[in-house]
């Protein structure tokens, strides 16, 4: 069977999201498809959805947004998943109607249950639009609500989301997250990629950040990673990206510079520190 490689890629605001896969082209003779395991076919499902959550948080939150964390009193704990996930829809309904009222932008979301492994506790995880926590721990009113600033990086969010999805469970049979539909979300792009020499010569060295980034004017690349499949020869290639203008880029290059300049020392050009 002859094979060439094709990239899809997703351009989620400041990220960028990369993967690069063979394509087969049946010849005459007819090989037999391989089917995945349940196991790994669920996998694959886990890792899809988690590269999903990434890709909307990264296109649709800024680092003014907010994590938060809501957490059930005794008086408040609920019965069953039905009534974790109704607490829930609840909760971002007043939320909803608490910014419209008072003029704020439309309420932005992604959301998880979370059900603790040792007591059972039910608690949700968000990443939401910014608004006062005061506004929030009244209109949660079931418990403890704590909250932290989006902290962005080379991989925007991707750690927040991967442990929001790592912590997820299905809840009464639907999906692990759910999400307000008014979100960006980013479409794929599909192209060839190089020829098969080349893509084995970027699996070699996933370390060699020039060449990943000829595949993308105008980004750094932040990580990749290759897996190779035994039963096809295959092999397949993901990677994230950030602008080389990205937001949390010019707040690290702010922070340089506040720190480059020791007390006592001049700014002027040509001058030296002072060092009495």
Known sequence: MRCCYRETYYKCGDYLEANIYPVYKQGTGRRKKSKPTPEGKQKLN??????????????????????????????????????????????????????????????????????????????????MNDMPLKDLVQLWGNGIVGTDILQFDENGVASLASYMMKQAREVSGKKKYTRSQNLIDPQPVSRDAASKRKILELAADVECRAEYEKLHEGYFLAAASVVFNDTNGGVYIHARYYRKEAEFCSRKKKRMNRQSYLPGQSTSKGSTPNLN
């Open 46 to 127: 886990e890792l899809a959805s988690q590269n999903k959550i990434i890709r909307l948080a990264n296109a649709n939150f800024t680092s003014n947004d907010l994590k938060v964390e809501l957490t059930y009193s005794q008086d408040h704990y609920p019965v069953d998943d039905e009534a974790a996930a109704r607490e829930l829809r609840n909760f971002l309904r007043r939320v909803k109607r608490f910014r419209d009222r008072n003029g704020m932008s439309e309420l932005k979301y992604i959301a998880v249950t979370e059900k603790g492994k040792k007591l059972g506790r039910y608690h949700h995880h968000l990443i």
